[in-house]
């Protein structure tokens, strides 16, 4: 996926999607942490301080998860992994600038959201919804809608589903799942 303009500031999300106009991740999704960008280190950090130990358990186990990106209310992102949140999210340290350079980065979407958020410069709260899926099944209950899931990755199908419905009610989905 080639991107062809980063976002340069907080300005810019000013016409994106609130969460709280939409019922389905307010009702469906918990905020577990923040992210906080680090310009002179090029990365994202979670930041620990104030979560319970229960809570860093969770961010660090692997677990199937979709999880969302909001800025300052804005839905930035979103995403999903069947690795631990915490691996995830440090996976778009890979998008720092230096590994473009060297062609070391593969995917335009980690460069994107990186250097986005590092120019955006906002704590990043991590919002996610934890789900079950049994092996072998055909069919996947998401927030009460049956679907077919043959052939195709759990973590994905519901990603491409949410966002889906967030299109089809906003017209558009999150400026970091643009291509």
């Avoid at 303009?5 to 016409?15: A, C, D, G, V, Y």
């Avoid at 992994?81 to 720092?96: C, E, I, P, W």
């Avoid at 994905?156 to 558009?172: C, Q, V």
């Amino acid at each position: 996926m080639k991107r062809e303009k980063l976002i340069h500031s907080f300005k810019e999300l000013k016409n994106e999607i609130n969460i709280d106009d939409f019922e389905l991740l307010r009702d469906k999704f918990t905020k577990i942490c923040q992210v906080i960008p680090n310009r002179e280190k090029e990365s994202l950090k979670i930041d620990y301080k104030d979560l319970d130990k229960k809570t860093i358990k969770r961010i660090k186990r692997k677990q199937k998860v979709v999880y969302i990106m909001v800025i300052e209310g804005k839905i930035f992102y979103v995403g999903c992994t069947n690795k631990s949140l915490r691996k995830r999210l440090a996976h778009y340290n890979d998008g720092r600038e230096r590994y473009r350079k060297e062609g070391e980065i593969h995917y335009e979407t980690t460069y994107f959201i990186l250097q986005s958020l590092l120019n955006i410069n906002k704590p990043v709260d991590i919002y996610v919804h934890y789900y079950r899926h049994v092996e072998n099944e055909t069919f996947m209950d998401i927030f009460g809608e049956e679907v077919d899931i043959l052939n195709r990755s759990p973590s994905k199908t519901i990603k491409k589903w949410l966002l889906d419905k967030i299109e089809s009610e906003f017209n558009k989905k999150p400026i970091g799942n643009r291509n």
